[in-house]
């Protein structure tokens, strides 16, 4: 763990290991009570000096830690690929958008203000003068998932510096590898001790004392719903953001260019194993083009070569456990029990599952109507934009969606009545570029990503007014 600009162990070691294979690719340790509270103070101790570096200190740091980021670009994209299994040429991508979300963050630092408030437009307010600024809010804990252990971290922390917070970060258990890294690169980039601390160890024993720390001021979490809503409940009156699951969907209209929609669609739904929160896992073609759109989405699926992270050439690789590879594998089983066709893969081996294509899959399936986080697509067709939408909308979650047509008004009508928080048109659902806001509506979250709306989140405005 780092905490205090410090290496920090306990008796309880964690191995990590790659999901491929099982071999052994590093050990943390598990934190202990006294740790998490060592880790808070520690942030404590570090939120005045956050608070009074310049706007231009704290961008300049992240600048700083953004050249050291590019320059350690494939250690970091092997700790990446190592600790979540995913291809190395995915987590080459990764590590250059944790660079991208560094530079929005040291940009947004420059940009951080508030307003003047116009105070005469009140019968009080004659010969007044108001503004805001904007305050940072002290300690930040962020709580991180697997599945892109780097960039999602740096969706908190980028923002957190550049507000002037001080943070300290959970890394989910299987994944802490790259963000003890991390936290050494934005050290060495001149982020004061304590500023940024790792405590690395389950959830479910640590998780509840950060929530419940009288010492935090803000929880921000990216992970699955129920994690996100317990924290929730147990915040109080703590700041919480939510970035949670989604059974994102696309339309693929029959005007649709299916040389562009079809391998957007396949990348969208297999790229690393499907364990990426927009995820195509409900694919609605109209029935006009349903043979066409299947043909060539099968023919361009059975292609992807599937084998050992660390080959370049690897297209798919494991989940995240062996585990999640047969509760998937068992999701897809029962959709076939209920009556789904299986068009392509379904075989498993280890913590590996071939890409696979459900056809005429029941509403009701779990693939339907929950959240997957697998290699698996059910594609069904519809015959009217009308009815197309209402089904994308028959889910719990809104965090993205998406349609492919030439036609804007049905492209319009579409953005319009798809409830989410982000929708694409002529894209597929799974699509990021990390300065969009990005946050999910219904059970996909509260408050928006993006260095920009995150600074929001990560800052509160304090009122000051003048009577002059
Ligand atoms: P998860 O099981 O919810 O874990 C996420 C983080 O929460 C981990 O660090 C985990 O620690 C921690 N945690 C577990 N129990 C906790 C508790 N009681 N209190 C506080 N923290 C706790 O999610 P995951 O399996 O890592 O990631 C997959 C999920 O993340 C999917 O639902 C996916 O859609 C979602 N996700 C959403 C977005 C988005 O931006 N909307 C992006 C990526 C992923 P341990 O690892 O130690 O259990």
Same mark, same amino acid.
């Given at each position: 763990m780092r905490i205090g600009g410090r290496d920090v162990t306990t008796d309880t070691p964690i191995p990590i290991h790659l999901?491929?294979?099982?071999?052994d690719v590093g050990t943390v340790f598990e934190a202990t009570k006294d740790v998490v509270d060592e880790a808070v103070e520690a942030a404590a101790a570090a939120a005045p000096r956050m608070r009074a570096l310049t706007l231009d200190e704290r961008s300049t740091i992240l600048r700083r830690a953004w050249e050291k980021l590019n320059a350690d670009r494939e250690e970091m994209a092997m700790a990446v690929s190592s600790e979540c299994g995913k291809p190395i040429r995915e987590a080459r991508t990764e590590v250059d958008r944790s660079a991208q979300t560094l530079l929005f963050s040291a940009e947004q630092a420059h940009r951080i203000h508030g307003e003047v408030v116009p105070?005469?437009?009140? =019968? &009080?307010?004659?010969g007044r003068w108001g503004m805001t600024i904007r305050e940072p809010l002290g300690v930040i804990a962020a709580i991180t998932p697997f599945n892109f252990p780097l960039n999602l971290s740096m969706h908190k922390i980028g923002p957190a510096i550049a507000a002037g917070n001080a943070v300290v970060h959970k890394p989910a258990s299987s994944t802490p590898i790259s963000a003890i890294r991390l936290a050494r690169l934005l050290e060495a980039s001149g982020?004061?001790?304590?500023?940024l601390n790792v405590v690395t160890g389950p959830g479910g024993a640590i998780g509840d004392q950060l929530v419940f720390h =009288? &010492?935090?001021a803000m929880i921000t979490f990216t992970g699955s719903p129920e994690v996100g809503m317990r924290i929730r409940n147990l915040a109080g009156l703590k700041k919480v953001t939510l970035e949670l699951g989604n059974n994102s969907a696309v339309i693929i209209e029959d005007d649709a260019d299916l040389e562009k929609a079809v391998p957007r669609s396949v990348t969208g739904s297999f790229a690393h194993s499907g364990q990426?929160?927009?995820?195509?896992q409900r694919i609605f073609v109209n029935r006009k083009i349903r043979e066409e759109f299947l043909d060539r989405f099968l023919t361009l699926t059975s292609k992807l070569r599937i084998g050992h992270?660390?080959?370049?050439?690897?297209e798919v690789s494991s989940l995240i456990t062996e585990a999640e590879a047969r509760r998937v594998a068992g999701w897809v089983e029962e959709a076939v029990g209920q009556g789904?066709?299986?068009?392509a893969g379904g075989q498993r081996r280890r913590a590996t599952l071939e890409p696979t294509v459900l056809t005429?899959?029941?509403?009701?399936?779990r693939i339907s109507?929950?959240?997957?986080?697998?290699p698996v697509v059910a594609v069904n067709s519809y015959d009217s934009l009308g009815e197309a939408i209402e089904l994308v909308n028959r889910s719990e979650y809104g965090l993205q969606a998406g349609i492919y047509t030439r036609d804007l008004e049905k492209a319009f009508a579409a953005a319009r009545q798809v409830q989410v928080g982000g929708f694409h048109i002529n894209e597929v659902p799974q699509y990021r570029l990390d300065q969009m806001p990005y946050g999910g509506v219904k059970r996909s979250g509260i408050g928006r990503e993006g260095p920009k709306y995150a600074v929001e989140e990560m800052t509160e405005p304090k009122l000051i007014t003048w009577n002059v």
């Open positions: 999901p491929y294979d099982g071999s105070m005469d437009a009140s =019968p &009080g307010g004659k982020l004061p001790p304590g500023a =009288p &010492g935090v990426v929160c927009i995820s195509v992270p660390f080959d370049a050439q690897t789904a066709h299986l068009v005429d899959v029941s509403p009701d399936s109507c929950l959240e997957a986080f697998g």
